[in-house]
C-alpha cells in the first residue's frame, strides 16, 4: 500500500499542509525543529491511534486548535481508499472509506505502518514491552484471529489480578482456564511468528551491515513452557502471585532476544549496532507482511542518519530504494547518492512543507 496523499492540520507547529507523496521513496529535510518528524507523526497517528511521542494530549495538538486532523488516501491493489481522524484528546472522530469508525483499531487493521524513530533501539535494548508490542503488532496484521486471543488472555488477566488483590482464591480457577487456552494459543501462533521472521532477518542484516553477522532470535514465552503446560504454571504461581498482588507468569511477560556474535553474552551492542539490528527487525517484520498478506507496509524512518557512519547510511539507503514498499524519511539534509534516484523530496520550514 502507498499513500497517494497527505493532510495534516494543527499537529504541533504544522498548521496546514498537504502533500502528494511519491509511490516509493520521500525524503523529507528541514532544519531542526521545522517539523519533519511532525508529519512522521501525522501518518503514525492514522495507523496507530497516538504519536510515537507520547500521547496526543500531551502537546500534539498545535497551540490554539481544540483538535488535530490528519487525512490519508492511498492506493491498495489498484483501490483508493481514505480514512481521516480527528483527536482532541480527549475524543476522537474517525472515518474509513467514507464511513464512521467506532474502533480505533479498525484504523490500524486498514493502514498498516512499521515505524522507526530514535527510540527504536529500544526493540534490542530496552523493556520486554516494546519486544512484545513488536510481535503483536505483525501477529495483528497476519494472523487474523490473533486479537480476539488476545484480549480473552488480556480480560481473565485482569481478573485473576484483581482476585489476587483481594486474595479471593475461590474464583481463580475459572479465571486460570481462560488464561490458559487463549494464552497457549498466543504463545503458539508468537513462538511461530519468530521463526518465521528469523528466516529473513540475517539477510535483512547482512544487507545493512556485513560485519553484524547471522543474527538469531530467541523467544521465551513468559513461564517454564518446556516443562509446564500454562494451566499448571498459573496454579504453582497461585502462593507467589498471592504475595505479589498480581501475576508473575504468562504470554504477558513474553520476551524474545537477538543474538549476534558481534556482542556476545553480557555485552551491550553500540548505538549504531542497536539502530542497525532494529531496523534488520524491523524491515524483516515488513517484509513477512508482504509476503503474507501480498502488500507492503508504509514504512516511516525518522531522522535516517543519526547513529550510522556514512557507510551504514548508504546500504540503508540501498536496502530501502531495492524494497518495493513505500518510504517516509526525515534528516536534515537529503542523503547522498539519490542523484539518479526517482523520489519525492519535501523541504519543511517552520511547518510549512514544499516541494524540494
Ligand atoms: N515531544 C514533543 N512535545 C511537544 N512538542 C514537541 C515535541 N517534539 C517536538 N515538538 C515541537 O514540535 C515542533 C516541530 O518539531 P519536530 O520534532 O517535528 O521537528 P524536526 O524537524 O523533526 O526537528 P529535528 O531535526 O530536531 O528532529 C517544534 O516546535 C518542537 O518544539
Ligand atoms: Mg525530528
Given amino acids: 500500500m502507498h499513500l497517494t496523499r497527505l493532510r495534516v492540520r494543527d499537529l504541533r507547529c504544522v498548521i496546514d499542509a498537504e502533500i502528494e507523496p511519491h509511490a516509493r521513496l520521500n525524503v523529507i529535510t528541514g532544519l531542526n525543529g521545522a517539523g519533519k518528524s511532525s508529519l512522521l507523526e501525522a501518518i503514525h497517528l492514522i495507523a496507530y491511534g497516538r504519536s510515537f511521542r507520547g500521547r496526543v494530549r500531551d502537546g500534539l495538538i498545535g497551540s490554539g486548535s481544540s483538535a488535530v486532523e490528519v487525512f490519508v488516501e492511498w492506493a491498495e491493489r489498484n483501490r483508493l481508499r481514505r480514512a481521516g481522524l480527528r483527536h482532541t484528546g480527549a475524543r476522537w472522530e474517525a472515518r474509513l472509506d467514507g ?19 530514535p527510540g527504536s ?26 486479537l480476539s486471543h488476545w484480549r480473552r488472555y488480556a480480560r481473565g488477566l485482569k481478573q485473576r489480578n484483581a482476585l489476587l488483590k483481594q486474595g479471593a482464591a475461590n474464583q481463580l480457577p475459572a479465571w486460570e482456564m481462560e488464561m490458559a487456552e487463549a494464552g497457549e494459543r498466543i504463545t503458539e501462533a508468537r513462538r511461530r511468528y519468530v521463526g518465521e521472521l528469523s528466516l529473513g532477518l540475517s539477510a535483512m542484516a547482512s544487507a545493512l551491515s556485513p560485519d553484524l553477522g547471522p543474527l538469531a532470535l530467541e523467544f521465551a514465552s513468559g513461564w517454564k513452557e518446556q516443562d509446564l503446560a ?3 504454571a498459573l496454579l504453582l504461581a497461585r502462593d507467589r ?21 558481534l556482542w556476545p553474552a553480557g555485552e551491550a551492542p553500540s548505538r549504531g549496532q542497536a539502530k542497525l539490528c532494529a531496523l534488520a527487525c524491523l524491515l524483516a517484520q515488513g517484509e513477512h507482511f508482504r509476503k503474507t498478506r501480498g502488500e ?14 556514512r557507510r551504514h547510511q548508504q546500504r540503508l539507503l540501498e536496502v530501502l530504494r531495492g524494497e518495493v514498499w513505500q518510504v517516509f524519511m526525515t534528516g536534515t539534509e537529503s542523503p547522498q547518492g539519490l542523484e539518479d534516484a526517482d523520489f519525492a523530496g519535501f523541504h519543511v520550514e517552520r511547518g510549512h512543507v514544499r516541494t524540494a
Avoid: Q
Fill in 99 to 117: 464511513e464512521p469508525v467506532d474502533l480505533l483499531g479498525t484504523l490500524s487493521a486498514a493502514v498498516a505502518v512499521l515505524t522507526f524513530e
Fill in 121 to 146: 533501539h529500544a526493540l534490542i535494548d530496552g523493556s520486554s514491552e516494546v519486544r512484545r508490542r513488536y510481535l503483536d503488532w505483525g501477529l495483528f496484521h497476519v494472523e487474523p484471529s490473533f
Fill in 230 to 232: 500454562l494451566a499448571d
Fill in 241 to 261: 502471585d498471592f504475595a505479589a498482588g498480581f501475576t508473575t507468569v504468562g504470554p504477558h511477560r513474553a520476551n524474545w532476544r537477538l543474538h549476534s556474535s
Fill in 296 to 309: 507492503a507496509p508504509i514504512f516511516l524512518l525518522d531522522d535516517f542518519a543519526a547513529e550510522l557512519d
